[in-house]
T-cell receptor
Framework: EPEVTQTPSHQVTQMGQEVILRCVPI?????FYWYRQILGQKVEFLVS????????KSEIFDDQFSVERPDGSNFTLKIRSTKLEDSAMYFC???????????????????FGNGTRLTVT | QKEVEQNSGPLSVPEGAIASLNCTYS??????FFWYRQYSGKSPELIMS????GDKEDGRFTAQLNKASQYVSLLIRDSQPSDSATYLC????????????FGPGTSLSVIP
């Protein structure tokens, strides 16, 4: 079964540094997402991306964050000037149709990657 | 008002029993609902999706949706120790184009 793959699985960085988290969505999917989960807390939506543009973003996704699809397969999340509170598990997800879309037999749940654990020291 | 609410648990059930997990949501126009399972340190894994009022069964799992009450539940029959995990309820709000919102999750422990 096709999978969403994320690299690296664990990233340690110093406060103030920039990090890039990478994801390869399922090949025929068109909608891409980043979520994060701080330890012990809920899975939080960061951003959705479609047709090379941000579709929706949360209040968390401020100027410190950016997303890019640099080629036909990768989807990246860049975090500039990392802070201690950015430490979390970051999940990439993809879907064929808009997330949660359902018409007739076309359903579009999100498929998640295994995550990147980001530790900011 | 929180968008998706769940009891945090932990919910403990003996092996072989039925586990009942509940979720409420605030956006009355929400159309799509999902249950994900998350093992500690792992990513969410889709169990079921439900879009219409009523019950939907898949193996040992039954999802129930009541849009009038803004309530969705998951029943796990014949619970197994391997079902011990956190169960996440997720909802697509009507106001959203492609965003799915997660609840805080309910921790389930199945006791052998």
């Amino acid at each position: 079964e096709p999978e969403v793959t994320q690299t690296p699985s664990h990233q340690v960085t110093q406060m103030g540094q920039e990090v890039i988290l990478r994801c390869v969505p399922i090949s025929n999917h068109l909608y891409f997402y980043w979520y994060r989960q701080i330890l012990g807390q809920k899975v939080e939506f960061l951003v959705s991306f479609y047709n090379n543009e941000i579709s929706e973003k949360s209040e968390i996704f401020d100027d410190q964050f950016s997303v890019e699809r640099p080629d036909g397969s990768n989807f990246t999340l860049k975090i500039r000037s990392t802070k201690l509170e950015d430490s979390a598990m970051y999940f990439c997800a993809s879907s064929l149709y808009p997330g949660g879309f359902s018409v007739s037999s076309y359903n579009s749940p999100l498929h998640f990657g295994n995550g990147t654990r980001l530790t900011v020291t | 008002q929180k968008e998706v609410e769940q009891n945090s648990g932990p919910l403990s059930v003996p092996e072989g029993a039925i586990a009942s997990l509940n979720c409420t949501y605030s956006d009355r126009g929400s159309q799509s609902f999902f249950w994900y399972r998350q093992y500690s340190g792992k990513s969410p894994e889709l169990i079921m999706s439900i879009y219409s009022n009523g019950d939907k069964e898949d193996g040992r799992f039954t999802a129930q949706l009541n849009k009038a009450s803004q309530y969705v539940s998951l029943l796990i029959r014949d619970s197994q120790p391997s079902d011990s995990a956190t169960y996440l309820c997720a909802v697509k709000p009507k106001t959203s184009y492609d965003k799915v919102i997660f609840g805080p999750g309910t921790s389930l422990s199945v006791i052998p």
